[in-house]
Every structure is written in C-alpha cells, then in structure tokens.
C-alpha cells in the first residue's frame, strides 16, 4: 500500500484536494488517474480510502469512500534527546523511531552538547516521508528543542528514565519497563551527561538506567530504548 498525507481531513470529510506538489506528484510521476484509488492518513491513526474524481497535476482532488481508525495505543513514548553533532546522525535516527513507532520525541541542549540549534523544519520533513514510506498511520509529535535544565522540571505520566555510561548504579531498561505505561527516557549527547545532570534528573524522579554492555553512539542508543519500548507492548 502506498500512503499519501492530508493533515486536514477527518471523519466528517466527504472530499479534498492535495497541493500542487503533490498532486504533481501523484499525476505525473505515479500516472494515478480518474478512478484510481488512493490510501491517505492525517497522521492521527486514521486511513482513508479514497478515489481520483480529478486528476490534475494542480489541484488532484479525490472522494473518500470509506476510512477505518487504528485502535489507540495503550502506551506513549516519549523520547528526549541531544541532537548529534552530525546532522545526518540524528536524521537517520528520526527515521527509524519513526518506523518503530515513536509518539513525542523532544531535542535536549545538554552542558556537554556540540549541537544546540536545530532544523525543526527539515525534521518534520523526514518524519513525515518515514511515517509514510512505512504505512505508519501517526505521525510522531516533533516539539521545540529545550534545555535540558527546563525539560526535567516538568513531570511527566508514567515512568521517567534517564539512559547514561557513568559507573554508578543503574538499573536494566528491560527490568524497570512494564506494558501499557507510559515511558519518558532522556539520551544524552556525544560527552554524555554531565554528574550534574544525572544527579538532577535522579532528583526529579527520573531512574538511571543501562541500554546495556556496550557504549553506543547517541542516535543508536535513541533507536535501541525505543524499540526495547515497543517490543515489550507487543500484544502476543
């Protein structure tokens, strides 16, 4: 199946037309015409089957025919992260979450990142061509950078971990997840944490945690945790 993305319809949506890059798109490089059937989502869990009644390379307008919603999930993961000091690093990243199944990531600026300012822009580009390239019904919630200072002052539901090397105590990811809860886990840049940081977060409640026995690159531990989240809500 092949996703197309309209952010503006919903259930009560009976018609609607792409922009002119994509209807251009759909029209001229996919040779979609009258009555061929599209499959589109808002990104809010919805799949909308839809059929060509336009086929212009301006303005490609469809009729929904039917829509079906993904049931909701029973968990949210948010993933808080420093951006890497390579942009291509956190875009592959990105991607990836994207396919697992991410809900909300945030980037972090933390005291040891070499990276602190981000192209918001181009990140919602890839998640959303990721989102669609793997029929992924929801697209992830990309949220403004902040420091790392301000992002744990707020509580958030569920469990909160922080995923750091020091050789202090810390617990296993696999032993402190459990199914159907919500999850909030901060990765640190390529320094990683600071002490300073660390002992903050523990202070606010986040538990430290292993990714396990190996040191891992920022963006590889990001992908790690997250399918690690996933995995465990699987349904059997």
């Known amino acids: 199946m092949q996703l197309f993305y309209n952010p503006n319809i919903n259930e009560t949506s009976e018609s609607f037309s792409f922009d002119k890059e994509e209807s251009k798109h759909i029209v001229k490089v996919l040779r979609k015409k009258d009555t061929d059937i599209l499959y589109v989502t808002n990104g809010l869990g919805f799949l909308f089957k839809t059929e060509i009644t336009l086929a212009s390379d301006n303005k490609c307008t469809v009729q929904i025919i039917s829509f079906e919603k993904e049931a909701s999930s029973k968990f949210r993961l948010h993933l808080a992260v420093a951006p890497t000091k390579m942009n291509d690093r956190f875009e592959w990243f990105l991607e990836k979450v994207t396919e697992i199944g991410i809900h909300e990531i945030t ?19 890839i998640l959303l061509t990721a989102m669609k390239q793997s029929n992924v019904l ?17 509580k958030k539901k569920g469990l909160q971990l922080i995923a750091h090397c020091e050789e202090t105590h810390k617990k296993s990811l696999k032993s402190v997840l459990k199914p159907n809860t919500n999850v909030t886990l901060l990765i640190g840049p390529e320094g ?23 040191r891992l690159r920022t963006e590889t531990a990001a992908i790690v945790a997250c399918h690690s989240v996933v995995f465990v809500n699987e349904e059997e």
């Not at 980037?107 to 580009?125: D, L, T």
Request: aromatic letters at 8%; hydrophobic letters at 35%; a positive charge.
């Open 138 to 154: 929801n697209l992830p919630k990309l949220n403004k950078s902040i420091t790392f200072k301000e992002f744990i002052k707020h």
């Open 192 to 214: 990683d944490f600071s002490e300073k940081e660390i002992a903050s977060a523990i202070e606010n409640n986040f538990i430290p945690v292993s990714l396990g026995n190996t």
């Open 107 to 125: 980037p972090i600026i933390c005291e040891r990142s070499e990276r602190k300012v981000v192209n918001a822009e181009r990140f919602e580009k």
